[in-house]
């Protein structure tokens, strides 16, 4: 998958399904290298044994040709142009966005008068007003306040304070101004914890907190860009209602909640790094998921004051706040820098770009700095006590001041550098002045001063406390993957991971609150020694601490020069000149390069590059510049992807000089960080020869450079290219000088340059072991699937949890980035999808190192936009301009995991920074909920990609992401050739289409807001393990376990999430009220006693009838006015007589009971009276007065409710949705009605008598009530039905069981019965009771011959109007059609299946026999077998199709209780008759045959199938299956059950009559079907095959047939997916007495998901399968279009499975058996087939949610499914004329794809006729009719056939794919090109227009190239043809299909005399005629 632009491409392959012994790439780790530019393999196709020259499969290859790069580069930039592409989303946006954002100022707030609170009584008390003043002084000394915008320091307001505190703790601090007595201060005092009061504290914390207020809201509205708060006294101690800790006002608490309201921030990240614990700030964000609250601090197990237990690792929050809740608890003195360091990369930023905060601040405490005796942690709202620096007495740390400008550094990379640092304690004064002056440094932009101490492992104690808080708070945080986990029951040798068990211990205060406190400091002094020790390590870092330096941050070096070097033979090579010129241009445009120092560019001596190179080499490279081209190209086929040009030396000498001229003005001085923007690139130079680019080693002669001439004796190199620097590593092998540090693309050895070198376990050699590191990125990892390139998170995580450890161990004084952005989004070399911000992020993190030294030297990166957005946020990152954020939830997936974990694993010898790898108990030893592992992270997708999904940290949306496939997005699984669709990738749709999901939501922001940010849900709880399938590891273990708990984690277990709570959902009651006239109403005890004799009354709930109040139903206002409009009779009553009033209390009552879950749906029964719909709509009104989020839609039949009620009541009612269908006299739908005054209100007047006319209300209901319903999403529906509505008994129960899916079950049915339908009536109540009950009812239905014209009309009037309010009415297969045809279709169907009225009273109504049907009990059988596991792969254990897919479904059928509520059948085999009527007798006897065979013979013969693999117990497996779904047909059918569930495998629907194939052996529905029509005589079964792979064998038996509909919703790809075959598109109908029904819904891309599939079940399969009125339906159950499946790429959900098996139980006789075909993800399949279990057993099921519109794709796919099949089939005849689907309509290009129909014998001679009538000279385009004639379509261009027209291109006559097309077009082509002169004569003057594509043998859309005349495929197929004519430059080619002639260079069709010759030679090859325009 490459992605240029604004378009992404893939490798244009058939998808199939293959063994997975032999993926079609002949290996799994050769299946992904083709992306790889330098090293591409390409991969076998195997069609017609014939290999194509593209695809044959290489080992890794030695070297590779330019021509190579080039046919893949240019491929990607000419795709790019295919205009049927849609744009997707930009990747460059944010990057965009952040060009002209430049670094902000930094403000700093602080006010002498603060100084006015100090002790009356301890003058030497350590907060004193020294602290304050020591700060500014230091920092005016350095000259750092001048640089700031100072704030004026204002008082709190008290309406302010107390937006935290309590009036009584303003009150007494208020009070205390006006004490003057010192005794009365200090006796005040001495009632709190550490606190002195001063007549001026009110006044000072007063200041402080309006200062700190003013700062924070200046950096959150962007007025600063950060600032630093210089207040005092202190805050974070403060609590709501105690002064405590030297605080009064909580300073910190203050602002974060200030910014919360006013700025309505939803994540502030508070970094607390006082010495002491900020409890107060705790516990004002303890339980608010807003606020992530991190502290570190000293607590040595308590002993430490404030001495809390609440301030140990194990608090994490509560409520919705667990999880946000940091506390890193110190349990030693002396913590020093490196036990910073480690908390900072080790929790800290990981957490914190997991949390993706708007808002950092700093609780700044300095007292853990050298010489406190405290000491004081920091984070992004900083608290900023500086007490654990160096001298602090409170502290006793041995924190450098100089590593708080680094703290800072790195928090600035967060939240767009908007960082608000406050000052908390700092008790040394020395160390707190030097401490607060390097933070202030810091965010002034200055560079980081050096560490002067050497970092060291961290202490024992810090990795214990770090291990113990990673394990508590992993359930809740994806970045905690880097610990193992193991069990303690397990036996663990001496070589096993090291362990860590948590444990907790308290010392500190056990007693209760003490009355009185001390009030006077008690700190011990230091002895003389101690001083001095203190003050001379002090003296020394202060003389290394901040250097203000002015000059220029950044110098840059371009030369044109450069750009000389090109390929002599290659204009479009991707390392071209264009490269540096577009990266300079972007620099110029948005104003980088006036900020910069530009230096003079020099080319590099002799001798400099001898420094690395050869003498040879370098002599070689002289002798380039005297050497022809002819020679250059001889020679450069030597080396390994290099091309040769006479200014090659030139060039490469440049690029190396301008890089040393970098690295000498930054070492010197005169430039902080500099960028070399040069080529050629150089990491892959060896010392000896040219490689991949590259000539001379750039990079390694800068470093050599800097040590060798400059004196440097540390360099650090990253390099980030995506290819491996080996020329760098092989330079600096054995140097311990440089620090060599590379993240690349590996691919286990695959990945350019190919080789072992590149791999973890390389370290260096001799002196040099341990400094090279390479962080190896593998796209496979064994027993996962493909994997999508390395992103954003894999990036990060390598930075934090590698890098940046190691790199401050090392502690560089020059940092060599080599940066190539090969690995960013869009280069079509690297396959990876970094992002620009994320290059930038780096270099931020990067620049704290080495004070700032930093050079950056462009090396690779092939897409020309892209690089230059990565340069250009690098340069800006090292100007100190804010970066953009990064996605939320930036969590790397598992191969990432795994290779970092192997790095630190191998390097943890050579660098004691990397100590945390170590495994933790999985059990909860703290029994506080913990355990279980880390979270699992999809193993497919890449973290950066994982973001765009919804995340449970950032803003949660309610919308489920339906089209982020991970297993389509950009390669597939092994066992799938390669992507099946050109189009974009499927996460990519997503990108696109949540956009206009959040439109759709925008309203719900409440609803958004109140979920806030969360990194999980609640605590998991306890389940046992569901899928023992994959027991190998601990981890596995843990994970498994977790299975069925609400706490999921990655597109899949995201998906389960509703399946996983439908496990406690059961049916619940049925609640039923009787409404009557008169009580002990005759007709009502009728039905009562015939519900009691089914025992259908006796389970239910019996309500007492209820009047209401005119109060409690109406507002007073419309009260009013509909009284006084006498608008509902009766009104005027109180309550006896009133029959609204009375109908609207019982149905109230009914609806209340069913919302507070007490029922589960309910029947509401009235004697006819006025009033029913009045009293409804009351009672709903009523209703949602109370519940003020529900929503309900009332569905009314009969007489609507009077326009006057609708108006006053829910016409501006969001939350309900009124459909209304009446009946109406005339023989039209109203129109007036229709176009509807609200959109909340459809009315639909239909002339419409259901007794006669089923039919026509079930197509109502299809195409128009439930798609908009489920769009509308509601929690209830509320149906009415008038006696008026003349019912036939089989509307309600078809109604009960159409509305019941779609809201759990919650349904409400209000029906009139009347003594004049009392049969009717009766009989429908007691089918529609049984229905809600959960229990089979299938009456017969009447059905009239087709669909009567005036309801065609009136559906499609209402879709019309309502268009423009509902998408499910906009992207509808029937929205096309806007008048109907007028007069009768005839139906097609054979006359003995033409269905007959039934009449009412007679055959319609229930015998007694039937009425057994309602008694309770086990209503589904269930088949399965253990023995079916023995089929499996000899050589593959990790096949998809394997054993554990159907033990795994049963485990989950057991563990939701399904299995004992079902009748268990015994399985058995299949006989040989049985086989027989699918399966020829060669078939079988080769089946048979299997069981003789050895493991390598069948291994040999199973490479002659396709997809398959053999076993000796195959054939018994397969008869297993066959036999299972016999049995379950037989229970069925004799009336034991009625329906069936079959666990079964090997699948079966691909097993063709004669041969195996896709997995498949004997086709196990094909003989169900057949065994019923035979054995059961049925005359109508239907097969439904919802297996993303078409059902070929299935088709193919039945496609003659009359008696078997088949209809398959699968994925075709245009033909390109599994099984490949053009049988799979829509125009395969049938044969013979079979046409019609055949039914092909085909997909044509990847990501279909519920909405596709709902749209399909809606528009077509239940109109047909309604209207076919099956005996029995067959389900071809294959769960690989749901979510997560490695081989289907879709994203279907186990509840939209659920609701279409509950939606064919209401068809025909209702009896349905689900029979599992494929699905080989094995979570996805256990939940999937239990959902559609439940759906049989009658369980409640959960709703769908997201976006249910259909993509456009699919729409068009059931547009042409529509026209195929309307004449065969009334439900699907409204035609009518075509327009333009409602998205296209919106773009300026427009496709017209007119439906085609099956290929006739007469459309070719129709065509040839045609042909004769078209003038080439016409003005504008004109439509050729082959059948019928037809109105004109609407304009818009056609594409060309193989390459996307302009907007204003010429077209020609286009004759469709198909020679049956109904419908043609002729337009004008160009008269004149100038590349006719390269159309040669026709060999020997014929052509053979059936010629298959000489690369794929593929016949479908074929081109002739009329300069070579070589017959390859066009752009539908494999795009060769585009492929041969962009790389060959042939630019004319004639298409096969309609004898048009496309030029590539002009973009247009053209007809010119020259090409003659070669039409007519196709012409009369193809027809046997002369063609018109050359007779």
Known sequence: MYCVGQYWMAEDKPERKTSGRNPPGGSVAAAVADTDGKTKETVPRESGGGIGKNRRLASIRSRISIEELKNVYKRQVTLSQDDSAEPIFDPMAKAQESLMVVRGKTGVVYCHQMTNHLCFWDPQHMEKPERLLCILDRC?????????????????????????????????????????????????????????????????????????????????????????????????????????????????????????????????????????????????????????????????????????????????????????????????????????????????????????????????????????????????????????????????????????????????????????????????????????????????????????????????????????????????????????????????????????TPSLSFMGLTSCRPLRFPTRDNVEPRTPEALQRINDKFQCLRQKGVRVRFEPRLCLVYDEGMELHHSLTEGEHPERPERIRRVWEMLSRVGVVERCRVLQSRRAQHEEVELVHTKEHVEFMYKLESMDEEELQILQESYKSVYLHPKTNDCALLSAGCLLQVVEEVWQGRARAGVGLIRPPGHHAEPDQPHGFCFYNNVAVAA?????????????????????????????????????????????????????????????????????????????????????????????????????????????????????????????????????????????????????????????????????????????????????PLE?????????????????????????????????????????????????????????????????????????????????????????????????????????????????????????????????????????????????????????????????????????????????????????????????????????????????????????????????????????????????????????????????????????????GKFQNGMALTEAMDGLHSGVALAVHSVLSIHSKARMVVVDFGNCVEPEILDHLFSHEPRVLVLSVRQCQYASGSTSRNKGRYSNVLSVDINCNIAESSHDYLTLVHQLLLPVIYEFGPQMVVMTAACEWNIYPAFLPNMAGLFLPVTSDRLVMAVEIDQQRSIVVNEGIVGALSTLLGRPYHPKMSQSESLRPEVCQTILEVMKAQQGNWKSLRYHALASLVTSSTGKQESLLPSHLQQQTIKPQEDALLKPKELECFKEGQSVCLVYSEAMKEHLNYADSTHPECPDRISCIFEQLCNFGIVERCQRLKAREATLQELERVHSSRHIKFMSGLQALKPSELHHLENSFDSIYLHRRTNRCALLAA?????????????????????????????????????????????????????????????????????????????????????????YDNGRFFPGSADANYNRVGLKKGKGFNINIPWNKGGMGDAEYLAA????????????????????????????????????????????????????????IVALEGGYNLTSISYCMTLCAKALLGDPLPCLSGNLTPCQSAVDSLINVVGAHCKFWSSLNLKGKMVESPRKQASSISTQRPISSPTSSQAVDELAASLSQVSMAEATPRKIQTEEKKEEAPGGELEGACGGGHEDSATTLILSDCLGAQELYAVVPVSWCPHLEEVQPVPDGTLNTSSACEECYDTSENWCCLTCYKVLCGRFVSEHMLMHGVCEEHHMVLSFSDLSIWCYACDSYVHNPVLFEAKRAAHLDKFGLEPPECS
């Open 1657 to 1712: 079940f809606l528009e077509v399969v239940l109109p047909v399968a309604t209207e076919f009125n099956p005996q029995l339906v067959l389900i071809s159950a294959g769960f690989d279009a749901a979510v997560g499946d490695p081989l289907g790429g879709c994203n279907v959900t186990p509840e939209c499975y659920g609701h279409m098996t509950k939606f064919l139980t209401c068809v025909g006789d209702g009896r349905v």
């Open 704 to 884: 050599r450079h800097a040590i060798h001439n400059l004196g440097c004796q540390r360099v650090l190199i990253v390099d980030w290219d995506v290819h491996h620097g080996n020329g760098i590593q092989h330079a600096f092998e054995e140097e311990p000088r440089v620090l060599y540090v590379s993240l690349h693309r590996y691919d286990h050895g695959l990945f350019f340059p190919s080789s072992e070198d590149a791999n973890f376990d390389r370290v260096g050699r001799g002196p040099g072991e341990g400094f090279t590191i390479n962080i190896p990125w593998n796209k496979v990892h064994r027993g996962e699937r493909m994997m999508s390139g390395m992103g954003d998170a894999e990036y990060m995580a390598a930075f934090t949890q590698v890098i940046m450890p190691v790199a401050y161990q090392f502690n560089p004084q020059l940092v060599l980035v080599a940066a190539g952005f090969d690995a960013a989004r869009g280069d079509p070399l690297g396959g990876c999808r970094t992002s620009p911000e994320c290059y930038g992020h780096m270099t931020s993190l990067l620049a704290g190192l080495a004070e700032g030294r930093v050079v950056l030297a462009l090396e690779g990166g092939y897409n020309l936009t892209t690089i230059s957005y990565c340069m250009t946020l690098c340069a800006k990152a090292l100007l100190g301009d804010p970066m953009p």
């Open 140 to 500: 005016q000394e350095l000259g750092l306040l001048q640089e700031c915008e100072r704030l004026e320091c204002r008082a709190a307001k008290e309406e302010e304070v107390l937006n935290l505190h309590s009036p009584a703790h303003f009150g007494l601090l208020q009070t205390t101004s006006s004490i003057t007595d010192q005794e009365k201060l200090e006796d005040l005092s001495s009632r709190f914890d550490s606190v002195y009061f001063h007549p001026g504290t009110f006044e000072s914390a007063l200041l402080a907190a309006g200062g700190t207020l003013d700062l924070v809201d200046a950096v959150a509205s962007g007025r600063l860009q950060n600032g630093f708060a210089i207040v005092r006294p202190p805050g974070h101690h403060a609590m709501e209602s105690e002064f405590c800790g030297y605080s009064f006002i909580n300073n910190v608490a203050l602002a974060t909640r200030q910014a919360l309201n006013t700025h309505g921030l939803s994540r502030i990240l508070i970094v607390d790094w006082d010495v002491h614990h900020g409890q107060g700030t705790q516990q004002a964000f303890y339980s608010d998921p807003r606020v992530l609250y991190f502290s570190i601090h000293r607590y040595e197990h308590g002993s430490f004051w404030p001495n809390l237990r609440e301030s140990n690792y194990d608090y994490i929050g509560q409520g919705n706040g667990k999880g946000f809740n940091f506390n890193v608890p110190l349990n030693s003195i002396g913590m020093a820098n490196q036990d910073f360091l480690a908390i900072l990369h080790q929790v800290l930023l990981p957490v914190a770009y997991e949390f993706s905060p708007e808002l950092v601040i700093v609780s700044a405490g300095f007292d853990a700095a050298i010489g406190c005796h405290e000491f004081g942690p920091e984070l992004v709202i900083v608290s900023g006590g500086f007490d654990s620096a160096v001298g602090d007495s409170k502290g006793e740390m041995e924190v450098s001041p100089g590593l708080y400008a680094h703290l800072t550094s790195h928090l600035m990379t967060l939240a767009q550098g908007k960082v608000a640092v406050v000052l908390e304690g700092g008790y040394y004064l020395p160390s707190l002045a030097e401490s607060a002056a390097m933070t202030l440094s810091a965010l002034l932009g200055h560079p980081c001063p050096s560490l002067m101490d050497p970092i060291i492992q961290p202490s024992k104690s810090l990795q214990e406390t770090l291990l113990s808080l990673v394990y508590v708070q992993r359930p809740y945080w994806k970045c905690f993957q880097y610990q193992g986990s193991f069990s303690l029951e397990e036996v663990r040798g001496d070589s096993d991971p090291k362990t860590f």
């Open 1523 to 1611: 036999g299972s779904i016999l049995t379950a047909v037989d229970c069925v059918m004799s009336g034991s059950c009625q329906h069936g569930v079959a666990v079964v495998r090997p699948p079966g629907h691909h097993a063709e009559r004669n041969n195996p194939c896709g997995f498949c052996f004997y086709n196990s529905v094909g003989v169900a079907a057949q065994h019923a029509v035979t054995s059961h005589h049925l005359q109508r079964v239907l097969v439904l095959d919802w297996d993303v792979h078409h059902g070929n064998g299935t088709q193919h038996m039945f496609e003659s047939d009359p008696r078997v509909l088949y209809i398959s919703i699968h994925r």
């Open 888 to 1156: 939320a939830q930036l969590v790397p997936n598992k191969s990432a995991v795994h290779t970092i974990n192997e790095v630190i694993s191998v390097h943890s010898k050579y660098w004691s920074a990397l100590c945390f790898q170590v495994e933790l108990p999985l059990q909860d030893v703290l029994q506080q909920g913990c355990g279980g592992g880390p979270q699992g992270v999809d193993s497919g997708v890449s973290g950066s990609e994982a973001s765009l999904s919804p995340s449970p940290i950032s803003i949660p949306s309610p919308v489920k992401s339906r089209d982020s496939s991970p297993s389509t997005t950009t390669t597939t699984s092994p066992y799938v050739s390669a992507p099946s669709s050109p189009a974009k990738p499927i996460f990519m749709e997503c990108e696109v289409k949540t956009n206009d999901v959040q439109e759709c939501l925008s309203d719900s922001k409440e609803t958004a807001s109140s979920v806030g940010a969360r990194p999980r849900t609640q605590q998991p709880k306890k389940t046992p393990n569901r899928t023992p399938h994959k027991p190998r590891q601990a981890s596995n273990r843990s994970v498994d376990r977790q299975r069925s708990t609400p706490k999921k984690h990655g597109k899949v277990a995201a998906a389960m999430q509703a399946a996983i709570a439908s496990q406690s959902l059961v049916k619940g009651p049925t609640g039923v009220v009787c409404v009557e006239r008169d009580k002990g109403g005759s007709l009502a005890e009728t039905i009562v006693n015939q519900c009691q004799a089914l025992d259908l009354w006796q389970a239910c709930n019996v309500l007492s009838s209820q009047p209401a109040m005119k109060a409690e139903v109406f507002p007073e206002k419309i009260l009013q006015h509909l009284c006084s409009a006498n608008v509902v009779n009766g009104l005027r009553g109180e309550r006896t007589g009133d029959a609204s009033l009375q109908i609207a209390g019982s149905v109230a009552k009914l609806l209340q009971e069913i919302l507070d």
